[in-house]
């Protein structure tokens, strides 16, 4: 049932209370697009709904922006629906005052404090600024360009990945496909032009083999699946594309075979049968459910290679699952509420109680810290691309990308992190600067009264590893000598042109700025290149300047840096 429906079924209800006061609140204003305000917040609120959300939240959907946009106070919400809704309220007003790229270090650091803190306090505060950007985001078209860009930043660097952590994987997809236009304009034309004829062509080879899967489960006694397509977004096309020399080809998840069945037997029963008709790429399968992705994601995952030599990717999960995957930890918040989840949905709520509180003292511990630290420091640990790495006991470490086994080691203990000497990967021996990856067993290998090295500062990824690794070098080192980063390095991913790195070398010249090395190699099959850059200069302000002015150089797809730490009397 829509909130227009339960407005009109229950005229005395809360909702219905709500929808009439925010009508009126928002009766003289207008949207960018020429719609009525009250549109966004409808808009919202049947969000929430399509969440499986509560009363209480639908409610604050409804009332999000009285407070911040009407002459609306807290008191009078308090008085018409309850201290409840005003909190949710309140929290969605404090969160809209962020403006990720829009001010000084210091303030966009304590805007993202308070951001952690209403995390911590009610998710639902979390949920229904979800909804609010992902309508605003919806119909960002609307808004100038230098807003648009501002606004689809955030949402690509917070939000969505945010979304994400919550298990809300498809909320966290589209708000990236609607951020990436806006971000990368003609990376999105040429997408749509490379793709279109690719997808079309992927989605009638499936169709042709649905029903040839649907009456191999049927004959098996797997009756009432779903069987539909999920296509790939853009988004995490072109990331993929980027690591495949931008080969269409080379992507076997272009558009994926869904199945949703009755239960957990029927997905194990329905894995087999696919690895029956057609075999299985070796590696490709993936099983989610019987080891979930931190988020709570669980799925069956296989490539097979099927009919006409074609490769094919299958999605195998429950409807329960696949709400889930939907919705994340919002599919489960109404059981919290009413204290009516199953022993599975009890887990999850566990889990997300858990996240929250590794945020909380997380949040806690750098406190104190310098506001660009602290930024970039949440940023690695909260907010970039997850991996997902498996203990020796089975246990499932979420890390970022890029991590290292030391990062690992000290996830596990700081201990286990002081005196790793080796590791091992799926087995085999490793150093420990490797880069893990998802689904990677890795178990550390200690020796006692071993101590770290200075060169894991090089290469680790986590704030948690680079504290105790400083930690531990300092009490090793008498005189408690201080570490002093003196160089840096520039990445840079860039289209490959006659005179690009002549380019390069001139901007960071007329930023007084001396460069050491510079190191490039091409991507086999596609005019991309990968491009390191060493300077002389450890200086954070005079390195982002360079950056600022490096990227105005239209072949640099993707640009960062990082210091090289060196120890200093």
């Not at 939240?57 to 999000?64: D, K, M, P, R």
């Not at 080891?291 to 097979?304: A, D, E, I, W």
């Not at 420990?432 to 200690?446: A, C, N, P, Q, Y």
């Not at 460069?515 to 850059?533: C, D, H, R, W, Y």
Request: glycine content about 6%; aromatic content about 8%.
């Amino acid at each position: 049932m829509t909130v227009k429906e339960t407005v009109k079924s229950e005229p005395q209800g809360q909702i219905a209370k709500a929808y009439k006061f925010a009508e009126i609140a928002h009766s003289k204003q207008k949207r960018r697009t020429g719609e009525p305000y009250f549109v966004h917040v409808l808009a919202t609120a049947e969000i929430l709904n399509s969440w499986h959300l509560d009363e209480a939240t639908i409610v604050a959907g409804l009332l999000h922006d009285t407070v911040e946009d009407t002459g609306t106070t807290s008191e009078t919400i308090t008085q018409e629906f309850g201290d409840q809704v005003t909190f949710l309220v309140n929290g969605v007003t404090k969160l809209g005052k962020i403006k990720y790229r829009g001010a000084e270090a210091e303030a966009k650091a304590e805007n993202l404090r308070k951001m952690i803190l209403a995390i911590s306090e009610d998710l639902r505060v979390v949920f229904i600024k979800l909804a609010d950007r992902l309508h605003n985001m919806r119909t960002l078209s609307a808004l100038p360009p230098q807003k648009q860009r501002r606004i689809a930043l955030e949402t690509h660097e917070i939000y969505a990945p945010l979304a994400y952590r919550l298990g809300m994987q498809n909320i966290s997809g589209e708000l990236q496909d609607l951020a990436f236009p806006y971000l990368y304009p003609e990376e999105y034309r040429w997408l749509k032009a490379q793709v279109a004829e690719a997808y079309e062509a992927r989605l009638k080879y499936l169709e042709k083999l649905k029903p040839v899967v649907q009456k191999a489960l049927e004959d098996k006694g797997i009756r009432s699946a779903t069987i539909d397509f999920r296509a790939k977004r853009y988004s995490s096309l072109y990331k993929k594309l980027l690591r495949q020399s931008m080969d269409v080809e080379n992507i076997y998840d272009l558009v994926a075979m869904r199945l949703i069945l009755k239960n957990q037997e029927a997905c194990y029963g329905a894995l087999g049968i696919i690895h029956s008709m057609w075999p299985p790429l070796p590696g490709r399968i993936k099983d989610y459910i019987a080891m979930p992705k931190p988020n709570g994601y669980r799925s069956l995952h296989t490539t097979v290679i099927g009919p006409e030599k074609k490769i094919v990717e299958f999605q195998i999960r429950t409807e329960e699952m696949h709400d889930e995957a939907e919705h994340g930890v919002a599919a489960h918040w109404i059981y919290k509420a009413h204290g009516g989840a199953n022993p599975t949905q009890q887990k999850r709520v566990f889990d997300e109680a858990k996240w929250v509180e590794q945020l909380r003292r997380w949040q806690e511990h750098h406190a104190g810290t310098n506001p660009d630290e602290f930024l970039e420091s949440l940023k690695v640990d909260f907010f970039r691309d997850r991996i997902f790495v498996i203990t020796p006991r089975g246990e499932v470490l979420d890390l970022p990308v890029g991590s290292t086994p030391i990062d690992f080691a000290y996830e596990i203990h700081s201990e286990v992190g002081d005196t790793a000497v080796g590791a091992k990967v799926n087995n085999q021996i490793v150093p420990l600067s490797h880069e893990l990856r998802s689904g990677d067993f890795v178990e550390i290998l200690t020796q006692k009264n071993k101590k770290p090295s200075e060169d894991w500062l090089t290469f680790v990824k986590t704030s948690n590893a680079k504290d105790h690794v400083r930690i531990a070098l300092r009490k090793k080192q008498t005189g408690l000598r201080k570490m002093a980063p003196l160089k840096s390095e520039i990445k840079m991913v860039t289209k490959d042109r006659v005179g690009l790195i002549k380019d390069i070398a001139v901007v960071i010249a007329r930023s007084h700025v001396n460069l050491e090395g510079l190191t490039t190699a091409l991507v086999p099959g596609g005019n991309f290149q990968s491009i390191k850059a060493v300077c002389d200069t450890a200086d954070k302000q005079k390195i982002e300047r360079l950056i600022l002015k490096l990227k105005a150089i239209k072949e640099i797809k993707e640009i960062s840096y990082r210091l090289l730490e060196h120890q200093a009397a």
